[in-house]
């Protein structure tokens, strides 16, 4: 089944502004995660990233969207997680997003209508203005949501990523290849359900 399209705003057609799209840039605390920070007894910062939008990223880097981080917070397992996700343009301790977005596209030869940003907050807002797609998950501030071109159906850090991803892929025609080559990985001889495992548990080949 395809992804339905949600809500979005009258600013510009979601769906226009998407065709063209060549990099997704991206804020963490409250898009990436759920806005939690949690201080550990050290007193590191420890946030939660949700796998499934890990995969979603994998899939659109796999169908050349380029992907980035762009956050006002500077942390330690902010570069990591963005170093599992192969994602190398990481922009921490952002006072303007807007600035970090320009020099970003100008960096990578894009321009600026190319471009998405999903964002959650106030701070949000002059990126989400200057990008090409404005993108806002579903518990973000209402002046962001209102101001975005396409919002998700599912909070931050808990599959918005995701859900944009299935939606541009779609609205390409690529999920339902990317989908296939999942379920063409599939052995006949195997029991409906199963799949083969690894010695943690986990299923194998599982990436996020």
Known sequence: MRPADPPVSARRPARESAAGLRLLALDVDGTLTDGAILIG????????????????????????????????????????????????????????????LRELCAELGIGLAEAAFMGDDWPDLPALRLAGLALAPADADPEVRQRADWVASRPGGHGAVREFADWWLARRGLRDGQLRRWLDQADPADPPGASPARGDGRSAGTPG
């Open 41 to 100: 007894p050290q007193g590191e910062a420890m946030k939660a990233f949700s796998v499934r939008d890990g995969f979603g990223l994998a899939l659109l880097r796999e169908a050349g969207l380029q992907i980035a981080i762009i956050t006002g917070r500077r942390s330690a397992i902010v570069e990591r997680r963005a170093a599992e996700l192969g994602i190398v343009h990481v922009r921490q301790s952002v006072s303007d997003k807007a600035q970090a």
